[in-house]
């Protein structure tokens, strides 16, 4: 990224302009559609120029907080130490992981399918009894801070292509 050397560009500023281009690309997705999913594929570009106005209002900068670690997690990595630790009960899983894996693709989609594993009986408590007794016993994770902004308005003037 070329920048004018003239222009300082303040750590306020920086965040302003990805937390605004973000808010209003994501506005866009909404009116004009997903661009990944329209544009034509096996292309090339070598070069774009492209002339914007980025308006932000409401920039809000929070702080550092930490949480728990269950995105970090590898969830096949872990899983398969589990299996691998359940000595002769190792064949048994399998199989009934398998079975749970089927069962939550056939129902479709991560919400609709987290929804119809929990309404199973002793789901939500097992469910519960895990975060309570291993996912809270994990160190938490760092976590930077918050920036968002309240409208942010992305016009462009000019797209050349090289």
Avoid: W, Y
Wanted: net charge neutral.
């Amino acid at each position: 990224m070329t920048m004018n050397a003239s222009i300082p560009i303040t750590p306020e500023a920086r965040l302003a302009i990805e937390a605004g281009i973000k808010k209003a690309l994501s506005g866009m997705d909404k009116t004009a559609g997903d661009a990944r999913a329209k544009a034509a594929p096996d292309q090339n570009i070598d070069e774009m120029v492209i002339n914007l106005t980025l308006t932000v209002s409401g920039l809000s900068i929070g702080h550092d907080t930490d949480k728990t670690p269950t995105c970090s997690i590898p969830l096949l990595p872990t899983v398969a130490l589990l299996i691998k630790r359940m000595g002769f009960q190792r064949d048994k899983a399998m199989e009934t992981l398998q079975g749970v894996m089927k069962e939550a693709l056939e129902i479709g989609g991560d919400k609709a399918a987290t929804d119809a594993l929990l309404s199973e009986m002793g789901v939500a408590e097992a469910m519960q009894t895990i975060q309570e007794e291993v996912i809270a016993t994990l160190p938490r994770s760092p976590v930077k801070k918050t920036v968002k902004v309240k409208g942010a308005d992305l016009t462009v003037t000019g797209v050349a292509t090289k």
